[in-house]
């Protein structure tokens, strides 16, 4: 069956350090992969993008990695703030259905602590 | 608009009766998609449309479920005779081209349903 994991634990970090999320996926042929952030009681805002074809993006403090090979993507927030605390989406487009809808993860929490 | 608006943003109901979910996506967007989201779990999808047309209907929960869209601009969601597990957050989200261009999708705030 087709799967999209993320770290359903929450993940604990101090202010400064980078975190590190990830997103694994089975049975997918994803033509590209998408991360959002998601505020409680809000719609998800997005964030990255980075096709089949990139191994790696770049915005500012926050850097995506996407590896076909082990099917996963990561997703990292170098020198993280309180307010980078939210939960972060990964979502991919599949290429062997005709859907054109974006299939997303249950998303992890990420707590910065000051 | 400036943004993706929902309607109702908060809608209490009485088991068994129909509701109806409002989206207005951004200005020019041909693509309008619908997510739930349960509490504390991921988005589910339920339908997009291309234009006035729902290409993939198959994450429709069940036949309580319908989404229609008008003049490439207001669709709306329409769940019959509500069960209490509806219950969640419908997310409405648009997009200039549907998905393979991989352009950017904007999601409203959703409409918190909760059905007692």
């Known amino acids: 069956s087709q799967k999209i994991e993320q770290n359903s634990e929450a993940l604990n970090i101090q202010e400064g350090k980078t975190a590190t999320l990830t997103c694994n996926y089975t049975?997918?042929?994803?033509?590209?992969l998408q991360w959002y952030r998601q505020d409680p009681g809000r719609g998800p805002v997005f964030l990255l993008l980075?096709?089949?074809?990139?191994k790696e993006k770049r915005k500012e403090r926050l850097k995506v990695t996407f590896d076909t090979t082990l099917k996963q993507s990561l997703f990292h927030i170098t020198a993280s703030q309180p307010a980078d605390s939210a939960t972060y989406l990964c979502a991919l487009l599949e290429l062997d259905t005709g859907r054109r809808a974006l299939t997303f993860g249950s998303g992890t929490r990420l707590q910065v602590q000051p | 608009g400036a943004g993706v608006s929902q309607s109702p943003s908060n809608k209490v109901t009485e088991k068994g009766k129909d509701v109806e979910l409002r989206c207005d996506p951004i200005?020019?967007?041909?693509?309008l998609y619908w997510y739930r989201q349960r509490l504390g779990q991921g988005l589910e999808f339920l339908i997009y449309?291309?234009?006035?047309?729902?290409?993939?209907k198959s994450g429709l929960p069940s036949d309580r479920f319908s989404a229609e869209r008008t003049g490439e601009s207001v669709s709306t969601l329409t769940i019959q005779r509500t069960q209490q597990e509806d219950s969640a957050v419908y997310l409405c989200a648009s997009s200039l081209l549907t998905g393979i261009a991989g352009n950017t999708i904007y999601f409203g705030e959703g409409s918190w349903l909760t059905v007692v």
């Open positions: 449309f291309q234009g006035n047309s729902a290409p993939d």
């Open positions: 980075i096709r089949e074809n990139e």
């Open positions: 049975n997918y042929s994803p033509a590209y």
């Open positions: 200005s020019g967007h041909t693509a």
